[in-house]
Structure formats: structure tokens, C-alpha cells
């Protein structure tokens, strides 16, 4: 079945592109027009799974060069930001703080203190997924971190796949709300929906309109999965199992502590970037490589380089680019004057509940959560500019409608990658039955919290 959809995904995906290609659509200049066909089928290609996403992205950004749709420095210009370098430093720093045992040593000490119960086993994914996003600047490596370590609590409890699929929804689901809170929270989505707006924010700046919203909606998922998912039988853990997982690591090593030490540097360079001007990414590849250092260093080794996966940066490549290339060839201006409602509502509330719709119905038609980032947003940008709206304004309505929104696994990155044996061990049912009732979660975020925090701090 899976090869069957994979086909029928790839021959869609050229057909939508092939008949777009030939089409014409008033008011779309040639290069938007081819820039619209290698999108869609792009995106086509990345909700059927055709391949691998790295594959899929690489396909349509050598499409948009060959086709002379845009240059090639318009094409990769994430490339020639600090954007991708941070993506990059995420990686690494999380590897280090995994392969150093300082992850699991904090993991281990929070359970042994604070879980006594199912209940809190759950929040504690929820709180430990927080605390991980000040030391690791990426979803993907904390979360495996985090369940690394929930699996000795999975084993100890002999809990069975229906109690493991919960905390797995906690640990994946969770970390797209605490991915919200820090502009180093996520890396790639963040910075991309900062650029979106056409600022570039700092540490300060993102927590500022970002932390107390991100926050509030942690705190919420949190709630509502507790009141949807129950466990299916009586939690005990015997905690001699933890605590002998941790008297084995020992003391705080030397390479625990210095990686501490470059973490703990890091985090407070990016809490002052405000003071010295050196944007996010620069800073991650001077821990980074003071991390790699000998002497002051020796965490990061020659195989650490492995786990920076290329396909990942790839498709953060191609999905900036379609925001990017849309920009240059017009493309996004052409969405927003025909998909969007001519008139632009100047009540931010009715604007807010507006712009959400459109950004939950897009985002589940193309599924991509990036796509939809690099398409939207900029669409959106230009669909209220007419009526003074602040771009950022824009960008961060888009971003957080789609960034705690789902339905499928597709919808989410972050619960994508935590299918499977290795991962969460949830399926589709219980994605889909957390993800429609977190629907009114991101609407109260958006017009309760988010629309009178940002009044009050002067985003809008």
C-alpha cells in the first residue's frame, strides 16, 4: 500500500505540475507561474511520502534553477544566513549533550524527584521537553532524548503500546508547544517565521512577544491531553531501576562539565544578543566549535558530524525558497489577491480569526508545515499591507495557527518523527483524537491570549 501511494503521489505531483506549467493565469507572471507548478508539486510529493523529504526538496530547488525560474543565490539564500548554521549547531549541540551523559544525568534526577504517578510522568515530558529547549535548539533530538529516557520508566512500569502511545504524544506533540517559547525553541521554524516578518528579533525579542503565549499553550496541551488520554492500567515503577541507571554514570564528568559550561555560555550570549549584536546562529557555531576544542572542548568528535542530517537542512532549503522565489516572481502578491478576501479587516480580532482559518484550512490541504510557513505567511504579508498591518504581526499569526495545529501526523514534523517503533508508538486514531480537540486550543491561544499580549507589548 505504501508503494502504491508513493507512485500515485509522484505521477499527481507531475501531473499538477506539468498542467500549472502550461496554464495561464492572469496576473501571474511566467516565472510565478512556473514558480506555483514546482510548489505544488513539491508539496504533493512531500504529503505522499514519495521520497525521502531531503530528495523531494532537492528536486524542486535544482527545478527552480533550471527552469530559470529564479537565480540560484535567490533559490539557496538561506544559505547565505545564520539561519542554517544555528539548524546545524542545534544538531550538534544536542549530540554532545546526549553523547556526554549530561542529558540522561538531568533526565534521571527530575524523574527520581518528581514522577510518582502516570499523571506525572506526563507532565514531566512536558516539563523536561521546556527545560531541554534552553539547552538544545531543536525538537527533533530533544524529543528522541526525552524518550530515550521515558523508555527505562516504559520498561520498569511494564506499561503496555496504548500508555506508551500517551507519553509519546507528550513527549512529540508537547514539543511544539514548548518549541514556541524561545527563539532557539525550534531552531528552523522560529528564525524562519521571524525573517517572514521582516525583522530580524533577538533572543529578547522573540520571548518578549513569543514566552508567555508559548507558555499558556504548554500549559493547556498539557491539560487536555490529561483530560483525553487515560491509562489503561495502574501505574508502578520501581525507581531502583533509574536510580541504578544513574549512581552508574557517577559524578559530573569532565566532559559533562564542560559541556555545561558551552551550553550555559551559549544560552546567555543568545539571552544578550540585544548587548552584542551576534545573531543566534553565529553563537551556536562558536559553542559548536568550542565544544570541538581541545583542551577547552574534546565533547564533539569527527562522528558527531553524523548526526546532522542533510536531507533536514535540505528541506528547510526548499521551503524558504518557495516563500523566497514566490516573493521574486511575484507569486505570493498573485495568491494573496485571489485566494484571499478582498477587504481586509482592521479589528485585530477579526483579522486574527481571518488569517487562522485560512492558515488552518492551507495547512491541512498541503500538510507541510514549512510549505505552508513559506507560502502563507508571505501571501498573507502582502494580502495586509493595504491596512497597515505589521508584517510580523502577519508572520507570528501564520507561524502559531499551523506551529500547534494538526490532525495527521503529516501536519506535524514533530509528531511525524516520532512514529514508529523507536519513537511515540502512537497511532493515526490517537493523533487524530488530540489534534481536533487541540484545534480549540489554538483558536483561544490566538484571540485570548496572543491578540491582548501583543497589544499590550506594542506588536500591534
Known sequence: MSKYKRIIGLVLGVLVAIIIYNSHFAGLSVEGQKC????????????????QPGYVSLLMLVSYVLTNTAPANVVFSLWQTHLVYLVIAGFLIASAVESSGLGKRIAYTFILKFVHSFTSVIV?????????????PHPFPRCFLIMSVMGFIIKAADLPREDVAIIGLAVFGGSTANSMVLLTGDSTLNILAASFGGQMLSWLDWAKYM????????????GLQLKLFKPSKPFNLDKEVIRQQLMELGSLTTIEKKTLFWIVLGVALWAADSIHHIVPGWIGALVVCGLAMPVIGDVLKPKNWDTVPIGTLLFLTAAMAIGTVG????????IASVALPSYVPTNPFVFALVVTTIAICIHMVMGSLMAVLGITAP???????????NPLFCSLLVYTAICIHWVLPMHSLNILVGTGEEGGQYKDSEVIKFGLAQTVVVYFIILAVEIPWWKFVGLI
Do not use: D, E, K
Open 327 to 334: 516573493a521574486h516572481t511575484g507569486m505570493n502578491q498573485w
Open 379 to 389: 501571501a498573507i504579508i502582502a494580502y495586509a499591507a493595504t491596512a497597515g498591518w
Open 36 to 51: 506555483l507548478a514546482i510548489s505544488l508539486g513539491g508539496v504533493i510529493c512531500w504529503a505522499a511520502g514519495v521520497a
Open 211 to 222: 514566552a508567555v503565549p508559548g507558555l499558556i499553550a504548554h500549559v493547556l496541551m498539557c
Open 124 to 136: 514531566s515530558c512536558y516539563v523536561l521537553g521546556l527545560f531541554l529547549s534552553f539547552l538544545i
